[in-house]
């Protein structure tokens, strides 16, 4: 529904995009979980660049599925990338 009558730089979009990758993470459908947030991401990153907690929840999601497939490295890259976009 989102889509069909928000412009695709809509904040919900971006929203929603960040809960479903969420749902995915926990189904174990980690690809799939990551391609919703990294969409998520550069719809804030585009159209919101001073969102910043948008971005930061989104990249803290992300940072939970490299998490939880054990790439610890990689989530703490994200979650130290958090800590800099809320300043």
Known sequence: ???QHLPKN???IAWVLTSLGCVHR???EFEKAKE???QSIE?????FPGNNSGITWALAHLGNTYRDQGDYK???ELFELCLITTK
């Open 1 to 3: 529904i989102y889509k």
């Open 10 to 12: 809509h904040g919900g």
């Open 26 to 28: 926990e189904l174990g």
């Open 36 to 38: 919703l947030l990294n």
């Open 43 to 47: 719809i804030y990153k585009r159209y």
């Open 74 to 76: 990689k989530a703490k």
